[in-house]
């Protein structure tokens, strides 16, 4: 039901090349636990198709059933949670409300201006005028999806991408996982061996040596890249591209001790700053006492999704037990 906003859009526009109308609802606002975060997208046509989730399920039913019936014709607010029978109803959880924005999205120049954007992989800050409805396109620079008492504004940008280099089992298990999360993966391994066990055939290796893949993959804001070949002529290899890159993640496997012995290969013999090595991720993954490959890709996608959701290393698990003393308090009420 969640969906990319790349699916979420091609939905949009295949439903207004038929002639139907759409409404796009995102989360402006939520108190207490939401399952969605803010700017999440769920798109309605007046024929009740629907793409993409606000709340993973505990209003979509209703805001279906309305917005199908009745498209809206301009920008409005729509609150659920406000009351308490309100939340049992829906079913949100541990007193969670949202607040949506809904609006009219009919415009399929803007629809494909969007889907242009993001299937480019080039991000952008949409504004929505409250009082007007008109939406203006400007240039990101880390803004956060943000209501405002004039506008609405939300960022529309790539697929979150994860590049795994080695097609072990650890590999295996990232790739997998790591498609689960919603991540557009690829996977390099340039040895014969590894290429022919390569057991998920739907998932493709990619063709050629790792740093050369890496060069030619335009890495931006939204990519992740994990050398987990436990090969240092590999490994390394891809490290050499991947430290120069936008990447906001860079891994590797490995020990404590090989981890420093490769930064300083990285500094002694390829001329690296100890700026651009203190951005390698290593030893991989959060501490949670990986020991079988599939633990150490958990701890790995554990680690990437922290810091993609802002959140640095060192707090994750705290914010974690912060989570679950909050479960368990609702569970008490």
Known sequence: MQGSQLEVLNGCLSCLEQGENITLVSVAKTWGTSPRPVGSLLAVSSSGRFFGSVSGGCVEEDLIEQLAQHPVRFVQKIMYGETAEERHRFGLPCGGALELMAEPLNDIKDVECLIDHIATRKTCLRKVSLETGQV????????????SPTHWQNVFGPTWRLMVIGAGETGRYLAEFAQ??????????????????????????????????????NVDVRTAIVAVAHDPK??????????KSDAFYVGALGSKLNNQERRARLREHFDFTEAE???????????????????????????????????????????KEDQISQTAACDIR
Do not use: C
Not at 136 to 147: D, F, K, N, R, V
Not at 234 to 243: E, I, K, S
Not at 293 to 317: C, D, M, R, V
């Open 277 to 319: 090595v203190n951005q390698l991720h290593g030893p991989v993954g959060l501490n949670i006492g990986s020991k079988s490959p599939a633990e150490i890709a958990l701890s790995i996608l554990a680690e990437i999704t922290a810091i993609k959701n802002g959140i640095q290393p060192g707090k994750a698990l705290e914010k």
């Open 234 to 243: 590999v490994d390394d290899m891809a490290l050499l591209t991947a430290l």
């Open 136 to 147: 203006t396109y400007l240039p990101w620079q880390q803004q956060a999806p943000e209501l």
């Open 180 to 217: 689960g999360l919603g991540f557009e993966v690829l996977v390099s391994d340039p040895r014969p061996d590894y290429r022919s066990n390569w057991p998920l055939k739907d998932l493709p290796l990619l063709q050629g040596f790792p740093d050369d893949i890496i060069q030619d993959l």
